[in-house]
């Protein structure tokens, strides 16, 4: 009973080396792979492993909680990018274990709040971190008056010049849409523009990095950028362009575990919901706990979206609900919701059926897709 995704190696290194040569040429730097969550389907060892063959030496992992799950297949440096907040109890028990680890000077906390940074400086010695900006993503991050006010703070000052924590850098995590088409360059450039103002009059020791970490770039932004800010240090993080951005080296796949033909009526499922003429119940493998019949909101910014959502809703309040799944070709109907590890499928009894042990390719949307195993030919 397995839910697998198949990688053709090949041309899967093939693109990944062509996305990091891209990002390097037009950056000046190596990109940083973003090895977050589940690992955007392929698993977050597999893809901390592959990293290190690409020469990366910077990863990114999106929680404190999935450090471990890279450290041991990685070298180099490994940014957390959910900012840390030690009112966040779970997180900061979490941050106090990792800081007794021999790993510890490896880890780079993001820090978005002043209070955060108040929190570092009075804590443990040597901790480093990047200062996430207030992009226009208004998700986290400091406003420009505050980011000028930490850099001028006497005590924050003194703490960097004692070694009690290290800057690497400013962080602008941008929207994936553009306002313009040009809006994403400006802003980084903008923000740069501060940072570089702000720390290229900086006296003492350990001096804020000149650095500027970014995400969301096109390779023509990324080198509008580099031209501008040519007295900092480019490093864009890459996540889904990088792992999944030629999906065609990707499939994913149930097995097939039974083949019912029934006659017309006869109750199956959980919900004990009725055959149709000509029916034939499938099983495969591939269930809620691989991610089956669960998907992230999509956006509906368009005519069109909104009545395919419309449409959608009304099918499943019906009691109808399209699989993922596809037999001869067509994409089959769900019987009923999702079990934990398998689905239910219909299919017409004229129809060519599968046998049990064949695989059913499956259309998947990988950041909640959890594989049973990954074979990489």
Aim: with cysteine; proline share 4%; charged share 20%.
């Amino acid at each position: 009973m397995s839910f697998t995704l198949n990688i053709n190696g090949d041309r899967w290194r093939t693109h990944l080396r062509s996305v990091v040569n891209a990002i390097t040429t037009t950056s000046g730097s190596s990109p940083v792979p973003v090895v977050k969550g589940n690992g955007y389907g392929i698993g977050q060892e597999l893809l901390g492993a592959t990293a290190m063959e690409l020469g990366a030496d910077t990863i990114a992992v999106g929680t404190v909680f999935e450090i471990e799950s890279v450290v041991s297949v990685t070298q180099g440096d490994i940014v957390v990018l959910q900012p840390f907040d030690s009112r966040d109890a779970g997180a900061a028990a979490k941050w106090w274990e990792i800081s007794k680890k021999f790993y510890s000077g490896r880890i780079i906390r993001t820090v978005a709040t002043l209070e955060a940074l108040n929190e570092l400086i009075t804590g443990s010695s040597g901790v480093r971190v990047i200062i996430e900006a207030r992009s226009s993503m208004v998700r986290f991050g400091l406003t420009e008056p505050e980011l000028i006010g930490v850099l001028g703070n006497a005590d924050i000052r003194a703490a960097l010049a004692t070694g009690q924590f290290f800057i690497e850098g400013i962080s602008v995590h941008l929207p994936i849409e553009r306002s313009a088409p040009d809006s994403h360059a400006v802003e980084v450039m903008r923000w740069a523009g501060l940072w570089e103002a702000e720390t290229a009059v900086w006296e003492g020791h350990s001096p804020p990095a000149p650095v500027i970490w970014v995400s969301h770039c096109s390779d023509a932004e990324l080198s509008t950028i580099r031209q501008s800010v040519s007295e900092l240090i480019v490093r864009m993080r890459v996540g889904t362009r990088l792992w999944l951005g030629d999906r065609s080296t990707l499939s994913a796949s149930g097995t097939v575990l039974a083949v019912h033909p029934l006659s017309e009526g006869v109750k199956v499922g959980y919900r004990q919901r009725k055959s149709g003429k000509n029916a034939t119940l499938v099983v495969v493998s591939g269930g809620t706990a691989n991610g089956i019949g669960l998907s992230a909101p999509s956006p509906t910014t368009s005519l069109r979206q909104r009545v395919t959502s419309f449409g959608v809703g009304a099918l499943d309040a019906a009691g109808r609900s399209m699989s993922p799944f596809s037999l001869g070709g067509k994409q089959r109907w769900f019987a009923e919701p999702p079990h934990q590890h398998v689905s239910m499928l219909w299919m017409n009894s004229e129809s060519v059926l599968p046998e049990v042990g064949s695989q059913v390719s499956a259309e998947v949307r990988f950041t909640t897709s959890r594989f049973d195993a990954v074979f990489i030919d």
